[in-house]
Each structure stands twice: as structure tokens, then as C-alpha cells.
């Protein structure tokens, strides 16, 4: 799926696939490959920076959330970072939004999204 603007809540991610290209991004912190799915990182500003950038973002644009981390892996029940994201975008209309995650926990998402008196994405 093509998009215009990527999201990643967490650095690093639990579920370790070995095939996961995105494992390089800890050594950007001088971390091991093998360390990506010990050391979460969970992105405590990406709500709040989220909600002043968004106004720059066309409408046509659209955003990925997950591509070098799971924004639903288990982290995302202690922290609520991808949570967080998303009531951002719930306030908006005509979003175009992607969500990569091999986890059934975005489908509890999902279904509170759909509950908003503004639904906005197309998934
Ligand atoms: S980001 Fe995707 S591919 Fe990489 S470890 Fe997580 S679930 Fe696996």
C-alpha cells in the first residue's frame, strides 16, 4: 500500500520477526540489531506532535501507521501510544490512514473508531 507520511508510536518491537528490515533502526542508537525486540521505545511526544504537524498534511496524503514497528504489539496495552494517535486523527474527517499490525488488539481499536462522532479512515 503506497503512502505519503509514516507513523511509528514505538522504536523496536516485540515480536522480533527475523525478517524484519526494520531491525537496523536501534543501531541509529548505537544498540545491537539483536537488541530490537528487548528495548521498546515508546514515543511519548507522537500524539502531541502529531496534533500540531497534521494541519500541513493534504488531505489526499495518505498516512501509514506501522511500517518499521508494530503499533499494536504489546506494548501498545501498557503505553497506548498508537491509541493516542488515533484520537488525533478521530477529531478529523477525510484522513486516509493505514495500519500494519499482525496483532488482533486493533480490532478493539477499530471498533471504538467507529464509535467516534467523526469517523475518518479507510483502512
Ligand atoms: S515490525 Fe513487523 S516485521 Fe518487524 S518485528 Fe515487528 S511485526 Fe515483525
Known sequence: M????TINPYRGCEYGCKYCYARYTHEFMEMAP???EDKIYAKS??????????????????IAIGT??????P???????TRAILEVFARERGRHLTI?????LVT???TSCARSPAP???V
Open 2 to 5: 503506497p503512502f505519503h507520511w
Open 34 to 36: 539483536e537488541e530490537f
Open 45 to 62: 511526544a507522537a500524539a502531541h506532535l502529531l496534533r500540531q504537524e497534521l494541519g500541513r498534511i493534504d488531505r489526499k496524503e495518505y
Open 68 to 73: 518499521a514497528t508494530d503499533p499494536y504489539q
Open 75 to 81: 506494548a501498545e496495552r501498557r503505553y497506548g501510544r
Open 100 to 104: 500494519t499490525t499482525k496483532s488482533d
Open 108 to 110: 478493539a481499536t477499530s
Open 120 to 122: 475518518m479512515w479507510s
